[in-house]
């Protein structure tokens, strides 16, 4: 069973079945699931018996998941160069401290306290690197941080496609959970 992103339904077609005549037409317009999409609806269908409540927040407790191994992957990557970059602006921090004169210090200070938030927190810390791995699948993309390293900017690409399918599936399982609750709890029967 895959999905059909861009219409947001599902294909019902058995892939073990002989190509009908008229599928080329039938298929226009319509992006093919991936393998990705198959393991992940796999994966959550599991699920259908249990209470939905139980299926949302395991399903949101995936994407925390999906977050963690995200800023496991971007930590890796950027961590030391960002330590190196850390390093150097606090040398120059001491050098304005140690190059202005105490009236002078706080003109500086002020148009420079934006840019020293980051002079004493390395940006890749696991809970950093995991905000940025959800703003990379959730495609927000807030742009406080990005990888500067040839490698962590690949796996951008290598993380972010897949992990973007795959929060599609996600959100996808949950709203057509929340909707059939809806459907079934307020419905125009039940009033």
Same mark, same amino acid.
């Given at each position: 069973?895959?999905? %059909? ?6 294909? +019902? /077609? ?5 190509? /009908?005549?008229?599928? &080329?037409?039938? &298929? ?23 209470? /939905? %409540? ?5 399903? !949101? ?7 963690? %191994? ?8 950027? !961590?030391? =160069? ?12 001491? #050098? ?6 105490? &009236?002078?210090?706080? +003109? ?15 940006? #890749?810390?696991? =809970?950093y690197a995991?905000?940025?791995?959800? +703003? +990379?699948?959730?495609?927000?993309g807030f ?14 690409? %290598? !993380? ?32």
């Amino acid at each position: 069973m895959g999905l %059909i992103f861009a219409l947001g339904k599902e294909n +019902t /077609r058995d892939p073990t079945a002989a190509p /009908r005549e008229n599928e &080329e037409e039938e &298929e226009d317009g319509e992006v093919e699931a991936t393998w990705i999409a198959n393991f992940v609806n796999g994966f959550v269908d599991k699920f259908v018996g249990l209470p /939905r %409540i139980v299926q949302l927040f395991s399903l !949101y407790f995936g994407l925390g998941i999906l977050a963690g %191994i995200g800023g496991m992957i971007f930590k890796t990557c950027e !961590y030391e =160069h960002e330590n190196k970059l850390l390093i150097e602006r606090n040398q120059i921090w001491t #050098w304005i401290e140690g190059n202005f004169t105490a &009236e002078e210090i706080p +003109t500086v200070l002020q148009w420079g306290e934006v840019a020293k938030q980051y002079n004493d927190n390395n940006k #890749w810390e696991i =809970h950093y690197a995991a905000f940025f791995a959800a +703003t +990379t699948f959730t495609t927000t993309g807030f742009g406080l941080q990005a990888p500067l390293t040839p490698l962590g900017r690949i796996m951008v690409f %290598i !993380y972010g496609l897949p992990a973007i399918m795959i929060y599609g599936v996600v959100a996808k399982k949950n709203w057509t959970s929340c909707y059939t609750f809806y459907e079934s709890s307020f419905s125009k029967t039940n009033l």
